[in-house]
């Protein structure tokens, strides 16, 4: 544990003790091996007649810095092993992936300071202000390896790396057309990040809000976050938010959020096939992570996310957000319009609508295909699928069968926990024999010379109408291992030995667990 203390202008971490002056105080339980999850704390001072949210944002980052140092200079490793793999790569892209991440820093800085009116351009301002905490205090700990801000720069960005990269590496038009077959696939099921469910039950009884995982293993360094940051600016919606994450991020990327304005957001990442439109990318405008923050922090509702997140679009990490307002669900009685908005992006363009109609249905899944025609059309995918076959496209898709088909099945948690768990490739008609075309993708458990690697569905994590009220959930880290009739063996780091993987556990065989804040704001 530690705790920032401020005065007169100053902070000083204070180590191993919560002083009772204190700005911020933070607790890190360091549970990876046990549980498969660190968990961290962060809360800020509740005196009301302290207005300084400045040095509030500030204290919340360098705190954090100074508990998961460590974990940070590991994450930080494995990262630049798994993004610059090659010598080429680090001495040719790196340098302008430095160089890009820099200027977008220094840019938000002054986009922040333009109009202190505006809550977008203030809460911006604060989101910076907490970043440059986070480096200040990851870089004050003994335990840094590597103190330099890029360290913190790169892997807050870790969803916008891959389309940075693709408009730094000038991607040819032609990329994916000169692909076979497999490669495509292989492609799709490696950058394609992850599963979601959103679910009522018949009689309106139960809405679980669910969310799984899919990257690569090596990014298995997991902290799952509470931040309860009381800030007095009148236009902050959110002061608490509960998420699963990583070391060194402010934000979940996953992503899976709960907040305390009522309202739950999942996202699952779409590929963008047209690559001229990563021509517009630059480093003037606001990257995916500092806009999901700042829409969270600020939203009062879908409609208001949506925009929030649509304004200086940097096209990069293009997502699917479905952000679900639990202030319009009653249970056993009605779901009112506006409950789930569907936000999605593509470099230019941002597309919302209200989708609580489909969501009193029963249920809404997001499988990385885009669900608004015009983004669809837009990314390329008609091309696609009269190219590739049916299975990239939108009704067609492996797990869009696999949902329609196991979704309707979920009564209770249990439910839940088991179509986010799902993988059952080796009898599942609609998986055609392969381990990732399911719900919890195994790419590890491919035959040898079958591309397998160390990727795929590396947790899963959800709550309910209840639960979100106390900022509560149920997550599990690691690959699944199957339903009790349909076994997967434990994911073991001695399959890919030479992949990078600095202070995970070696097999991954975890449970279920329940995540609370262990403080709450009044």
Not at 455 to 473: I, N
């Amino acid at each position: 544990m530690a705790s920032i203390v401020y005065k007169n202008g100053k902070f000083r971490i204070a180590a191993n003790t919560w002083a009772d002056d204190a700005l911020a105080y933070g607790m890190l339980a360091r549970s990876l091996n046990s549980t498969g999850w660190d968990v961290l704390d962060i809360v800020t001072t509740m005196d009301k007649s302290f207005k300084n949210d400045t040095a509030v944002m500030y204290a919340a980052g360098l705190l954090e810095g100074y508990l998961t140092a460590d974990r940070i200079a590991l994450m930080y490793q494995n990262s630049m092993a798994a993004e610059f793999p090659t010598e080429q790569s680090r001495k040719v892209l790196l340098p302008k992936v430095r160089n890009f991440l820099t200027r977008q820093y220094k840019w938000a800085r002054c986009f922040a300071a333009e109009n202190p009116k505006s809550a977008f351009h203030r809460h911006t301002g604060f989101v910076m202000t907490q970043l440059e905490g986070l480096i200040d205090g990851y870089s004050a700990s003994n335990d840094s390896v590597v103190r330099d801000p890029f360290v913190l720069l790169m892997l807050n960005a870790a969803g916008d790396l891959g389309d940075i990269k693709t408009a730094l590496n000038d991607t040819k038009t032609d990329f994916f057309d000169r692909m076979s077959n497999d490669e495509f696939r292989n492609y799709v099921q490696s950058t394609g990040h992850c599963s979601a469910l959103i679910r009522v039950t018949p009689g309106l009884e139960r809405l679980y809000m669910g969310h799984s995982t899919w990257s690569s293993y090596s990014t298995m360094l997991r902290i799952y976050k509470h931040y309860q940051v009381n800030l007095s600016d009148p236009e902050a919606a959110s002061r608490g938010m509960s998420f699963s994450s990583y070391p060194g991020c402010l934000v979940s990327i996953d992503d899976f959020y709960i907040l305390d304005s009522g309202m739950v957001m999942l996202e699952t990442t779409n590929n963008v096939f047209n690559v001229s439109l990563f021509k517009t990318v630059k480093p003037e405008s606001l990257l995916s992570w500092q806009r999901v923050r700042i829409a969270n922090q600020i939203a009062q509702n879908g409609s208001h996310w949506a925009w929030a997140v649509s304004q200086q679009n940097s096209g990069t990490y293009n997502n699917q957000y479905m952000i679900i307002d639990l202030n319009r669900i009653h249970p056993n009685a009605s779901i009112d319009d506006g409950a789930l908005t569907v936000v999605e992006q593509i470099p230019t363009l941002v597309v919302s609508s209200d989708q609580t109609g489909l969501l009193r249905t029963g249920y809404f899944p997001s499988y990385n295909v885009p669900f608004h025609e015009t983004i669809y059309n837009l990314s390329g995918y008609p091309d696609v699928v009269k190219q590739r076959g049916l299975d990239f496209s939108y009704q067609m898709a492996p797990r869009a069968k696999i949902f329609r088909r196991e979704a309707p099945r979920v009564f209770d948690a249990a439910g839940m926990a088991a179509v986010l768990r799902f993988n059952e490739f080796a009898d599942d008609p609609y998986s055609e024999g392969d381990a990732c075309n399911s719900i919890c993708c195994r790419r590890d458990l491919r035959p040898a010379g079958k591309d397998a690697a160390p990727s795929g569905c590396l947790d899963s994590k959800f709550t309910d109408l209840d639960m979100a009220k106390y900022m509560t959930s149920y997550a599990i880290s690691g690959p699944t291992t199957g339903s009790s009739s349909r076994k997967l063996p434990p994911y073991a780091w001695s399959q890919f030995l030479n992949v990078s993987h600095m202070g995970l556990p070696p097999v991954y065989n975890f449970s279920w667990v329940t995540m609370s804040p262990t403080v709450l704001l009044g």
